[in-house]
């Protein structure tokens, strides 16, 4: 599919989309158009609540939209949920219901039920599982799966025979950092074989290195989308300056050249301009002295700030550090 | 470039549909349903067996001897209380497990038709519920000595008792959004059919009004028509509780088909 223009005969589009509950008095969705094409992976970022999930259960027909379209090439998804279930694959953010399956039980009679041949099934699971370096889990049952075992077994079962669109909430959730690669290789070979792979997450350090374009929603609507380096123009210029502060110490008094800042347990990211890096380094290393600060770090402005100026929130990844 | 053939450029898959999607289908669900039951299968068709045979014990602690009349009566009512149980309280059980485990989103995200799910559904109860009616038909005969006229009429009886009783259990776990509210429903249709529906007893037994009620009701139906289908001569309308069960299974598919439709 390489070279051939992106926005094909199976483009994938919500247009307008708008969720409400309560006649109208909450909006989880409110009026989102995305477009995901067949070779990108398009990520939907939003912290917990913002309605991603929603949006995801109105593609697969789970929910009906209250307003707006969903079109899948030729097919409107809203009025034919049948065939957005027979073409879109789905990996929810919830742990599938494998416990009495082995690994690769779980995988064929799925991909059965997704309507693969039998033998192509077959040897495309036995691919993902050596892929996904799980092959010594492949005669386990699921009772005995660690739960990111459990996440990879999910991610093959859904993409094994996948539809044109694979929608993936939360892949990585609980799957180990060297595995975690091994599934983004995984879901970029999706795309190159033609899927449009949406993907929605939390997790914005991982989306910065794995999507193609995103959009990122906050209480339901739209606030930006993009290439992960279009979204970061607006901070051209400048840099983050990141303290780690030490347990338990009160956020410190800013110095006037902080642009804008938040909070994450005990990270305290501040957005300053280039021109005052040295000056910034000078006051961290005060803070350090000081005793409110145990480390620093100044780099380069990520998707992550983006991400907080836009939504308010740290996003999950910000705690790991 | 493994997944070529499902997304060769240029190509557009026709929505499936027909025959034969539908028996594909339904023959991948059942392969799933079976295989995702399977730790606690042999315990289910062990407890339906126990409680099918129990019952029919049960009634002998009660009463040493009974006229054979009415140890026919009692033992194949055993066995339709057996076959209706499941349908109606196990398997609803099982449905709000998937919502509490939060799988039931993925259930129904799967690309079959909504009818082979429900058919796979139905499968599956009869093979937990066979064993139970069986045991409580073995028990009888042996601790009664009832005597069995099994006419080939036992197929579709015992099929559209099954159907009927476990789509009934299946709308209403559907419907019911609350697990919780579903494991409370099937408490409640537990003790309805084991004490106040007339199928291990004449109907007669009940007060006037009730008795009425469940000439409406599919329970006293679906015990005739099985009854009448083991043991001759204790059943005599059994067109008349056919026609009433058609109509239950059919609305009951019925009410199924659009709770499975609904998307709220």
């Known amino acids: ?321 | 470039m493994t997944t070529e053939a499902l997304v060769a450029p240029g190509v557009l898959p026709a929505k499936r549909s027909g025959l034969s999607y539908w028996l594909w289908s339904y023959g991948a669900m059942l392969r799933w349903e079976l295989t995702n039951t399977r730790l606690i299968l042999p315990l289910l068709v062990l407890a339906q067996a126990l409680s099918g045979a129990g019952l029919v014990l049960g009634f002998g602690l009660l009463m040493p001897s009974l006229p054979p009349t009415i140890a026919a009566y009692l033992v194949t009512g055993a066995a339709v209380v057996s076959l209706i149980m499941v349908g109606t309280s196990v398997g609803p059980q099982l449905v709000a497990q998937q919502k509490i485990e939060g799988s039931y989103d993925y259930m129904w995200s799967l690309p079959v038709p909504r009818s082979a799910a429900a058919a796979a559904w139905v499968a599956l109860n009869t093979v937990i519920a066979i064993p139970g009616m069986l045991a409580a038909l073995l028990a009888g005969a042996l601790r009664y000595h009832v005597h069995f006229d099994i006419s080939p009429m036992v197929i579709p009886a015992v099929l559209i008792t099954l159907i009927t009783g476990t789509l009934i259990g299946y709308a209403l776990s559907h419907a019911i959004p609350k697990p919780e509210v579903t494991f409370l429903v099937s408490q409640v249709l537990i003790f309805v059919i084991f004490g106040f529906a007339p199928i291990a007893y004449p109907a007669g037994n009940l007060p006037a009004w009730l008795a009425t009620v469940h000439q409406y009701l599919p329970f006293v139906h679906m015990a005739d028509v099985v009854r009448s289908s083991l043991v001759s001569g204790l059943v005599t309308d059994v067109g008349h509780s056919y026609l009433v069960l058609g109509i239950w299974s059919l609305a009951a598919a019925a009410i199924t088909a659009l709770v499975l439709r609904r998307r709220k």
């Not at chain 1, 929910?63 to 789905?90: E, F, N």
């Not at chain 1, 410190?252 to 301009?273: C, K, M, Y």
């Open chain 1, 1 to 321: 599919m390489i070279g051939e223009p992106l926005d094909g005969p199976w483009s994938f589009r919500a247009t307008d989309v708008t969720k409400s509950y309560n006649g109208g008095k909450t909006l989880a969705n409110d009026d989102i158009s995305i477009e995901v094409h067949p070779g990108e992976v398009f990520g939907l970022l939003g912290p917990n609540g913002a309605g991603k999930t929603t949006l995801v259960k109105q593609v697969i027909g789970l929910l009906k939209p209250t307003s707006g379209s969903i079109t899948l090439g030729p097919y409107d998804l809203v009025d034919d949920p049948d065939v957005a279930r027979q073409l879109c694959s789905y990996l929810p953010q919830a742990q599938m219901p494998i416990d009495s399956f082995k690994a690769q039980e779980a995988i064929i009679i799925s991909g059965a039920i997704r309507g693969g041949p039998r033998d192509q099934v077959l040897r495309r699971a036995n691919e993902m599982i050596t892929a996904l370096e799980i092959e010594e889990w492949r005669n386990t049952l699921g009772t005995k799966m660690s739960g990111g075992v459990r996440r990879l077994v999910g991610f093959i079962m859904t993409t094994v025979w996948p539809g044109k669109v694979v929608i993936l909430d939360e892949p990585t959730n609980d799957v180990d950092p060297l595995r975690r690669r091994l599934m983004w290789q995984q879901i970029r070979n999706l795309a190159q074989d033609g899927v449009a792979v949406f993907l929605v997450t939390h997790n914005v350090m991982e989306a910065e290195k794995s999507v193609d374009r995103l959009a990122i929603i906050d209480e339901g609507r739209l606030v930006a989308s993009g290439t992960p380096s279009s979204l970061k123009t607006n901070d051209r210029g400048h840099v983050r300056l990141q303290l780690m502060l030490s347990p338990g110490a009160e956020t410190p008094p800013l110095p006037e050249f902080v642009i804008r800042d938040t909070r994450a347990g005990n990270n305290l990211i501040t957005v300053i301009d280039e021109s005052a890096a040295a000056t910034g380094i000078a006051w961290a290393r005060d803070q350090m002295v000081a005793g409110t600060a145990d480390e620093y770090a100044i780099g380069a402005i990520t998707l992550e700030d983006v991400y907080v100026r836009l939504t308010g929130h740290a996003s999950a990844a910000e705690f790991d550090l």
